[in-house]
């Protein structure tokens, strides 16, 4: 059974760094894209960041390009995605998902309508607020 636990949320000032985990169990990360997706208060979720784990390529949402990097750690089988610049907008709540990377996996995976029905093993989120 694939399981996905995200981690390393909190509370932090505009401007400020947090980072990220996304603990894997069941799979290897190799096999598998990773993406981090966010769900503000009253909006539908996003996708944030993505990596595909056999050749890290790697795919950001415009709005957090330049500020928000996403790795994969093989020892300990956790993807990061590192935030800085925080903005207030980058409040909500962050899920990592896994969706199995093969060569027909699509130039955008972050778009909508693919990663909602495409990614699965949805970990339980964790809150980042980003205060003014």
């Known amino acids: 059974e694939v399981q996905l636990q995200a981690s390393g949320g909190g509370l932090v000032q505009a401007g400020g760094s947090l980072r990220l985990s996304c603990a894997a169990d069941?799979?290897?990360?190799?096999?598998?894209?990773i993406g981090w997706f966010r769900q503000a208060p009253g909006k539908e979720r996003e996708g944030v960041s993505a990596?595909?784990?056999?050749?890290?390529?790697?795919w950001y949402e415009d709005s957090v390009k330049g500020r928000f990097s996403i790795a994969i750690d093989n020892t300990v089988n956790t993807v990061y995605l590192d935030m800085s610049s925080l903005r207030p907008e980058d409040t909500g709540v962050y899920y990592c998902?896994?969706?199995?990377?093969?060569?027909?996996?699509?130039?955008?995976?972050?778009?909508?309508?693919?990663?909602?029905?495409?990614?699965?093993?949805w970990g339980q989120g964790t809150q980042v607020t980003v205060s003014s």
């Open positions: 990596i595909g784990g056999s050749n890290r390529r790697t």
């Open positions: 998902a896994a969706d199995v990377y093969e060569p027909t996996f699509p130039s955008d995976p972050l778009r909508e309508d693919f990663y909602r029905s495409s990614f699965s093993s």
């Open positions: 069941g799979l290897r990360l190799d096999d598998y894209a």
